[in-house]
């Protein structure tokens, strides 16, 4: 997803799972005014711009009460599919003011600051789906693992070595993703890539001092093409600067100021999530929430309670000591990781031949990863279409945005 590819949505071919939200909440009136509204604004607008308000702090407060699976690949897809129905209830209500010619120079000032902070997640889109590429090799390695295990009949010493040898080309990668994730490991697993047009990376030294030739040269079969962001991205500085600048509206500031601002909170939230959640250069640095902007008051606009608390579980998970140095927050890798070790464990307590307990416990192991690796394979693939119907809403918008302001110029 490059971020000079300007192709349209492909929401067209893949139907949303979560549809079913996205009725127009411009029908919906509500009789209590929009903050920082101006007393010059038709009260339809003004009810407009509060409904707005509040679909936002629906779909918010719906995301928080999912604590089972907060971080899973499903919550993810519920953030995103948020960020894309507000965005799209937002792009409906700036067209319409445009067309009755009701949308100030003011107005259009915010609508193009917003853009402009919305095309800066673009980048995070390009990690994001580098970091499903890479969790997809990870579970291909664990499902050779449990798969050569629970083949009928007996387990062999043969079946033993294949899968001791998966899990070691898998312990390789997250050992060097987990580096690259922190600050310190970012320039040397960058630079272990190259571009995606120009095939794929050898064995690093790194990963051959660690596992061996023979692991390394079997890893790197499976590593990531590349990154698609350059080589001195940083998930991190990319966070500090699509929060840059958002402060919650003052109060004399009417019309769109506290959509846009709203629009903008959710935007880094849904990005912050992404980089916590994938593999992803800089991610550790990101995890420490230095990138956050001024908190908004809770009592002016209805989503800041649930968007706080949701920010603040975020935090939470990045410090937490077993999650803290993980190659992502995802809730699925973390299962993986604990999988993968309780398999490696249960082969290397197996004698040769298997019987009895050992061989029952080494299927269990298995079951149990290749279960996990079902899981992954079928939350992936709609994943990364998603994080790519954001990209492409985002820069579809934005050329909306461009093309509108033209045509108001002349």
Not at 319 to 329: E, P
Not at 360 to 376: G, K, P, S
Request: hydrophobic share 45%; net charge neutral; glycine share 6%.
């Amino acid at each position: 997803m490059p971020a000079t590819d300007y192709q349209g949505s492909s929401s067209h071919s893949h139907p949303s799972p979560f549809s079913s939200f996205g009725r127009s909440l411009l029908s919906l009136r509500r009789d209590s005014p929009a903050v920082g509204a101006s007393q010059a604004m038709p009260s339809g607008e003004e009810a407009d711009l509060e409904a707005f308000q509040r679909h936002v702090a629906a779909h918010l407060a719906d995301i928080r009460g999912e604590e089972d699976e907060f971080l899973s690949i499903e919550w993810i897809r519920r953030l995103l599919e948020a960020f894309l129905l507000c965005q799209e209830e937002f792009r409906v209500f700036v067209a319409q003011a445009r067309r009755r010619g009701a949308l100030p120079a003011a107005g259009e000032k915010l609508v193009v600051e917003f853009h402009e902070r919305a095309v800066k997640a673009l980048d995070v889109c390009n990690a994001a789906r580098d970091g499903v590429d890479q969790l997809r090799r990870w579970e291909r390695l664990a499902d050779i693992a449990a798969s050569v295990l629970l083949a009928p009949g007996e387990i062999h010493e043969g079946q033993l070595r294949r899968a001791r040898k998966a899990l070691s080309d898998l312990a390789v990668l997250l050992v060097d993703d987990t580096a690259a994730s922190g600050s310190g490991g970012v320039a040397s697993f960058l630079a272990s890539h190259r571009n995606r047009s120009f095939g794929r990376a050898r064995a690093s030294p790194s990963r051959a001092a660690v596992a061996g030739a023979s692991s390394a040269t079997s890893a790197s079969h499976f590593r990531s093409l590349s990154w698609s962001v350059s080589r001195a991205w940083s998930a991190s500085r990319q966070l500090q600067a699509i929060g840059a600048g958002l402060a919650a509206p003052r109060a004399h500031e009417a019309g769109l100021a506290a959509p846009v601002y709203a629009m903008g909170c959710v935007l880094h939230l849904a990005a912050w999530a992404l980089v916590a959640a994938v593999p992803c250069p800089d991610r550790s640095a990101a995890l420490q929430a230095h990138h956050l902007p001024a908190a908004p008051p809770r009592a002016a606009f209805p989503w800041a309670p649930p968007l706080l608390t949701l920010q603040e579980r975020l935090a939470e998970e990045g410090k937490r000591k077993d999650r803290r140095h993980s190659c992502g927050l995802l809730k699925e890798i973390h299962v993986l990781e604990k999988s993968t070790h309780k398999l490696t464990e249960a082969i290397d307590a197996a004698p040769i031949p298997l019987f009895g307990d050992r061989e029952a416990d080494v299927r269990e192991a298995a079951a149990e990863l290749a279960a996990v690796c079902a899981a992954m394979r079928d939350g992936l693939e709609p994943l990364e279409r998603q994080v790519r119907e954001v990209f492409h809403r985002i820069v579809r918008s934005r050329v909306e945005g461009l093309d509108s302001s033209m045509h108001n110029a002349d």
